[in-house]
């Protein structure tokens, strides 16, 4: 393993836009991937049989298979029948699917463990059941589920990496630049160096928003 | 373009399926191994190599398994894919598998320790004899969570030839330039791995659970 510190000067301004590109990709996929995710998750608490077993389809379909199988479809198939995205779009579409279905299974047991006296004191409110789930299960779930959520935060990190191999300028395909023109690893481990330190703060985040959010019984 | 017929489409993919298959038990032998030998480690409290894998772990999770693929391919002078790829990947899920393993011991009651000094065993003793023949049961279920995920990684080592599903799909693509069917397929062999793995962990734990609800006789 070579490390070569001019280099790392050399190639500064690369890194810093690959960390843009990776950060801005793992902020719109976060949010888009926790809407998918909620949605679905809500949309299998509801009574109706076709819709459930549709979200659970959905969910089985997309955590069992690789997330660059399904970005090459994305990116590769969907041309052929008349749908063009860009890149970047595609990135974020496959790792919204991807990784939508994982947070719906994560929310969906945090709905499953908030207490059944929660849905009936709603219910003798006179709250509508999508009232219930809105005001008084949603917000415990989403809650509870921060621990959780905060891991998967840290995988959708790293799944952006996967975006370079459609050819993302992202601070994995950056690194691959680099190395490609001067063959030296320098560029793999500062990258590294990076994600690790994402990956850290992301984890003290979620550390604070559990703390401030937690409730006192 | 060239018609490829179903049949020879299936008879590709399935060439690559076994490569990617041939990977699997290797990865996990190397991280099953490597994890239950530093979770043991990281339980037993001992200073600096505490800290030491502490600090692996926590990189690990941070690094995209495909930046430490590209780290191993192009340092480690391997030459060759297959095996950068089980190195890559090994050392990648050991770091999981020592959490897991580490949240296991640390789920064992310990009163189960003491009970084994009581007997005069040794430290490594009650590790071996007590305490991680326990672990398995409590430890299963996210075992094969983890092992479904390292499936699911095999798909990346394409990128440093590897010969496996995604590769012999993309063979394929040249031929006919129509990815949609061919990714579409490669999808599909990939849910069954992972669904096959799963209803095998869903069958590990229930034997688990019928060894651990049968006392042997013994007090238990």
Sequence with gaps: MDFTWRLVVQWGPQFLEGLRQTAYVFAVSMVTALLAGTFVALVSSTRSRPLRWACRGYISVFRNSPLLVQLFFIFYGLPFVGIRLSAFYCGVLAITLNEGAFVAEILRGTIQAVPQGDWEAGESLGLHRFQILRYVVLPQALRNAIPSLAGQASIILKDTSVLSLIMITELTRVSGLLYNKTFDTTGYVVVAAMYVTLFLIITQIAKTLESRLRVQR | ?220
Excluded at chain 2, 102 to 128: C, D, H, T
Aim: net charge positive; charged share 10%.
């Design chain 2, 1 to 220: 373009m060239i018609h490829v017929s179903f049949a020879a489409m299936i008879r590709m993919l399935g060439e690559g399926a076994l490569q990617t298959l041939s990977l699997l038990p290797f990865c996990i032998a190397f991280s099953l191994a490597g994890g239950v030998l530093l979770g043991i480690l990281q339980s037993s409290k001992l200073p600096v190599l505490n800290q030491l894998i502490s600090l692996y772990v926590v990189v690990m999770r941070g690094i995209p398994p495909l930046i430490i693929l590209f780290l191993v391919f192009f340092s480690a002078n391997l030459e060759s894919g297959v095996v950068s790829a089980i190195v890559a990947l090994s050392i990648y899920h050991t770091a999981y598998v020592t959490e897991i393993v580490r949240g296991g011991i640390a789920s064992i009651p310990k009163g189960q320790f003491e009970a084994g000094k009581s007997i005069a065993l040794r430290n490594s003793r009650v590790m071996y004899h007590i305490i991680i023949p326990q672990i398995w049961r409590q430890i299963l279920p996210a075992l094969a969570g983890q092992y479904i995920i390292l499936v699911k990684d095999t798909a990346l080592v394409s990128v440093v030839g590897v010969r496996e599903i995604l590769w012999a799909g993309r063979q394929i693509m040249q031929l006919t330039y129509d990815p949609f069917p061919i990714y579409l397929l490669i999808g599909v062999f990939f849910y069954v791995i992972c669904t096959l793995l799963e209803q095998l962990s869903v069958l590990a734990e229930k034997r688990v659970r019928i060894y651990a609800s049968v006392p042997r006789g013994e007090n238990r």
